[in-house]
Structure formats: structure tokens, C-alpha cells
């Protein structure tokens, strides 16, 4: 699979819903669960990052919730995109991106979404065939203005931005012409996963999934 081909099912994944949530996932058990709730809610497109000790099993258990499609995010190194793609994973999410990752992802037929900061990084990245990137950590290295402004010297490339963005900051993203979607973990609040409420959850992603792009 060529980075443009990755990049052209990226798109697709990211034209699913207006969110992708983000989710840390400590306790297997909320696995299943959040998946459901979040499908129910309108948010298909899931990415666990690989952060914690079950993220691999809870990738394995929710790729079985029906309507659900799974990524895995914060992949570093080509065994962790390995082991994403055996566990279910669709795709991948990554920070950034190293030549060791670019090939894993074309050996692994595994559609990657690559993340930049910088013009330099972005053209780097143009250059290899990624047209959808992902922009991290967004909030930080100056939100929606910044993407704003490499949308006029970069108009081709299309992006995900995540780091810090919240419900109310999402609407400035999804209105540039270069976002097809954000990344995001307000949808699945650790408070609300810790006590069950699921309910509360598929509520956050219907408000989520209804947000205008």
C-alpha cells in the first residue's frame, strides 16, 4: 500500500464522522463498553493508543463491536504497527514520522496517519505520497490559526488535528477547508468510564457526531 493509497483510505476514515475520538484505555473491561457507546453515539472511527499495558487486547475486543473501525495511535516503532495490524487495527496514528514507520506502513498494508508541526515537516511528508497528515499536538503549537495559514502555501493536504482540543474548540477546526475531521478525548472522560456511565458517554458523542464541517 503507497502513502497516497494510505492517505486516500485515511480520508475516508476521516470523512466517517466530524471526531475521532482518542481514548486511553487502563481497566480491559471498558473496552467493549466504550466501543458500543460510542458507535451508538455516531463516532465509528475509534483510535486506542497504545499507552498502556491492555491496549493491544482492548484493540482486539472492540474490532469485534459491529459498526466499530479500529486504529491504534502513538505508534512509534515498526513492531508496534505490527502487532496493531495482528490485533485489528485499520490504521495508524503517530506523533510524527521516521522512515522506519513509512516502511512499516507499506509493509504492513497498513493505512498510516502521519503527524507534523512544521511546513518542513509536511512537505517532508508531501513528499513521500501522505496528502492527509495528522497536526499534534494542535492546541499547543497555535490551533486552528496555525493550520489557517498552511492551508495557503499547502492547499493539498488535508489534516486531522488533535493535542488539546475540546468541544468548544472543534468548530473553529472543522471549518478550514484543509480539516476533515479532529481528534479528540472529551468524548470518553475518565470519570465517566471509571463509574460506568456509558450513557453519558454516547451522549458526548452525539453532540459530537452532530458537529458541522
Not at 476514515?13 to 471526531?19: G, I, K, S, T, W
Not at 481514548?23 to 466504550?34: G, K, Q, R, S
Not at 475518565?190 to 464541517?213: E, F, Y
Request: aromatic share 4%.
Amino acid at each position: 500500500m503507497t502513502p497516497a493509497e494510505q492517505s486516500k483510505t485515511a480520508l475516508a476514515l476521516c470523512q466517517m464522522a466530524p471526531v475521532i475520538p482518542v481514548l486511553v484505555i487502563e481497566d480491559l473491561a471498558h473496552a467493549v463498553p466504550l466501543a458500543q457507546a460510542l458507535v451508538a453515539g455516531g463516532l465509528p472511527v475509534l483510535e486506542v493508543t497504545l499507552r498502556t499495558d491492555c491496549a493491544l487486547d482492548a484493540i482486539r475486543a472492540m474490532a469485534q463491536v459491529e459498526g466499530a473501525v479500529l486504529g491504534a495511535g502513538t505508534v512509534l516503532t515498526p513492531d508496534q504497527m505490527s502487532e496493531a495490524r495482528a490485533a485489528g487495527a485499520r490504521f495508524a496514528v503517530a506523533p510524527g514520522a521516521t522512515s522506519a514507520l513509512i516502511d512499516a506502513a507499506r509493509l504492513n498494508e497498513m493505512p498510516l496517519l502521519p503527524g507534523a508541526q512544521t511546513c518542513s515537516e509536511v512537505m517532508h511528508l508531501l513528499e513521500q505520497g501522505y496528502t492527509v497528515q495528522k497536526f499534534f499536538p494542535a492546541e499547543a503549537i497555535g490551533g486552528a490559526n496555525a493550520l489557517k495559514s498552511i492551508a495557503g502555501p499547502l492547499p493539498q493536504v488535508t489534516f486531522c488535528p488533535t493535542g488539546g482540543i475540546s468541544a468548544a474548540r472543534a468548530p473553529e477546526y472543522l471549518a478550514l477547508s484543509n480539516v476533515a475531521c479532529v481528534g479528540g478525548s472529551w468524548v470518553a472522560p475518565k470519570d465517566a468510564m471509571a463509574a460506568g456511565d456509558w450513557g453519558a458517554i454516547t451522549a458526548l458523542a452525539q453532540a459530537a457526531a452532530q458537529l458541522a464541517r
